[in-house]
């Protein structure tokens, strides 16, 4: 019967498999110097790329559009003084309609990037003024101090502003629809009825 051979304590290692190890251990190393050098070009590319964090959408000079519009149509437009913080990024002119009806659209912007968009409608007829608040319910739970304005609310399967206000003053229709809570609505629709006096 014969017996395993075991390596004695002074017999030497077997060189290839030495050199397997060897090969196996360098591989692992160079994996990760590999990674590390990946992830430092990362870094120092998002570091060195120079980023514009600046808001894209440009402020608008409301007021200087609203004049424009007012000497060419003898009419008086909304331009109000707006509250600290609010900025506008939107004001548009529109005299020929296909529905006859003279509109101006100016829109907010808060410093909470909450929205206030108006629409104040000249020679307005019932349909135009029944399209302003389609897909809208009236907002019976509202808890705006303002009385004057009828308030309005997104109807079930609406993609819509939270919130609509509407205003019909001496041949004037405005509607305000916003993203702002009903005491920064209140707030704007004071503004607004000091512009239509």
Request: net charge negative; hydrophobic share 40%.
């Amino acid at each position: 019967m014969s017996t395993p051979k075991t390596q004695s304590a002074d017999q030497a290692p077997d060189p290839a498999d030495s050199a397997a190890k060897h090969r196996a251990k360098q591989t692992v190393v160079n994996l990760v110097l590999s990674l590390v050098a990946c992830l430092g070009i990362v870094i120092i590319t998002v570091l060195a790329v120079p980023r514009d964090d600046s808001n894209r959408i440009k402020a608008v000079d409301y007021v200087a559009a609203a004049l424009d519009a007012e000497t060419a149509s003898n009419l008086n437009l909304v331009a109000p003084e707006l509250p600290k913080g609010w900025w506008a990024n939107q004001a548009k002119w529109n005299a020929t309609a296909a529905d006859g009806v003279k509109v101006w659209k100016v829109g907010f912007v808060g410093p909470n990037n909450q929205y206030v968009g108006v629409t104040q409608g000249f020679g307005v007829n019932p349909t135009w003024v029944a399209l302003q608040t389609v897909g809208f319910e009236p907002d019976t739970e509202s808890t705006a101090k303002n009385n004057t304005w009828t308030k309005w609310k997104p109807g079930k399967n609406t993609d819509a502003d939270p919130r609509l206000w509407t205003l019909e003053k001496d041949g004037n229709f405005i509607a305000m629809s916003s993203t702002a809570t009903d005491s920064e609505l209140d707030e704007f629709a004071a503004l607004l009825e000091k512009e239509i006096k």
